[in-house]
């Protein structure tokens, strides 16, 4: 069974500071995605940035970094210069690539960004 | 405008009442996928659909049914809703590994409706 574990309910940050939320993943299988998505207060679900399994360099989209380390199955992300905007939840999720394409989601991290 | 719509997006209604929540996407996706979202457990997977006719269960789908006779339409339902079905619930559509442009996993983000706010009294 697959999992992924936020283990940071709430976090703070300085605006302009950069902020790394942590995300930690279980699966046996070899071929898979891993993705960040912001949700806002109003609901709407974002997609932010996607990392294949068998990507060698880290992907960049903008702000927004994702850390992975496979061997330590972590997929972390981060946000450089916060803005107010950047305030939200932020989930990780996985989906396998094969033909079970069953998504798991964490629990989610809610980032405060302070002026 | 590319996008997944869900109707209602809020309902009230009371134990044992069927109902129906509809979500349709026009960007030809082949995949689609209902999750709830609840304080504390981020959004688990109820079930998702490959393609038409082909569903499979995700992590929570007691209590609930879909079908997917079209490509574009994958409703939820709820034969006899219960209180501890209240929550949001979103619906999801993605490309398929192969039917983007690149197929790779990247272009299967999925593309999420705007939410339904379900309420079981």
């Known amino acids: 069974a697959q999992k992924i574990t936020q283990t940071q309910p709430g976090m703070f940050v300085q605006e302009k500071e950069a902020v790394t939320l942590d995300c930690t993943y279980d699966?046996?299988?070899?071929?898979?995605?891993l993705f960040w998505y912001k949700q806002p207060s109003s609901g709407e679900m974002i997609f932010l940035i996607y990392?294949?399994?068998?990507?060698?360099q880290n992907a960049t989209e903008g702000r927004y970094s994702l850390n992975f380390q496979k061997a330590r199955k972590s997929a972390n992300l981060v946000i450089s210069a916060s803005q107010l905007g950047d305030s939200a939840m932020y989930f990780c999720a996985m989906r396998l690539s094969g033909g079970y394409q069953k998504v798991t989601f964490g629990t989610g991290t809610k980032l405060q960004v302070i002026p | 405008e590319a996008q997944v719509t869900q109707n209602p997006r809020y309902l009230i209604t009371v134990t044992g009442k069927k109902l129906t929540v509809t979500c349709s996407q026009n960007?030809?996706?082949?995949?689609m996928s209902w999750y709830r979202q609840d304080p504390g457990l981020g959004l688990r997977q109820i079930y998702y659909?490959?393609?038409?006719?082909?569903?499979d269960k995700g992590d929570v789908p007691e209590g609930y049914k879909v079908s997917r006779k079209e490509k574009r339409n994958f409703p939820l339902i709820l034969e006899s809703p219960s209180p501890n079905q209240t929550s949001l619930y979103f619906c999801?559509?993605?490309?398929?590994?192969?039917?983007?442009?690149?197929?790779?996993?990247?272009?299967?983000?999925?593309?999420f409706g705007p939410g339904t706010r379900l309420t079981v009294l």
């Open positions: 999801a559509s993605s490309l398929w590994p192969g039917q983007g442009k690149k197929g790779q996993l990247a272009d299967n983000e999925q593309f």
């Open positions: 699966t046996s299988d070899q071929s898979y995605g």
């Open positions: 990392q294949g399994s068998y990507d060698e």
């Open positions: 659909s490959m393609n038409v006719e082909v569903t």
């Open positions: 960007m030809n996706h082949e995949y």
